[in-house]
């Protein structure tokens, strides 16, 4: 219900592009929010976007950095990388909440996608 994609290896100070599309029931009307894990690490709230595209949340660690996005006519979200560090490295999933307002509370996401892997080299 959940694909993203556009993960890969960058160079720190590069940037990416992820992709997230769902299906319609798991997108319409809900927020949707990127995490990001590492090996040995909980997984961590990167960002979240209302239903309406009109509120946004962020990390503190990717603030000015990551901008996310969404397109409600093709059912996708986006997660606009830049000005990438090592640190950045994970594997990135989208999820869809089942509130219609942001959160970083991954317990309120109902719906998971299979992550993309972003490796940013020193």
């Known amino acids: 219900q959940l694909q993203a994609s556009g993960g890969g290896l960058v160079q720190a100070g590069g940037s990416l592009r992820l992709s997230c599309a769902a299906s319609l029931r798991t997108f319409s009307n809900n927020a949707m929010g990127w995490f990001r894990q590492t090996p040995g690490k909980e997984r961590e709230f990167v960002a979240a976007?209302?239903?309406?595209?009109?509120?946004?949340s962020y990390a503190d660690s990717v603030k000015g950095r990551f901008t996310i996005s969404r397109d409600n006519a093709k059912n996708t979200v986006y997660l606009q990388m830049n000005s990438l560090k090592p640190e950045d490295t994970a594997v990135y999933s989208c999820a869809a909440s089942t509130y219609a307002s942001v959160s970083y509370d991954s317990t309120l996401y109902r719906y998971w996608g299979q992550g993309t892997l972003v490796t940013v080299s020193s």
């Open positions: 976007i209302s239903w309406s595209g009109g509120s946004t």
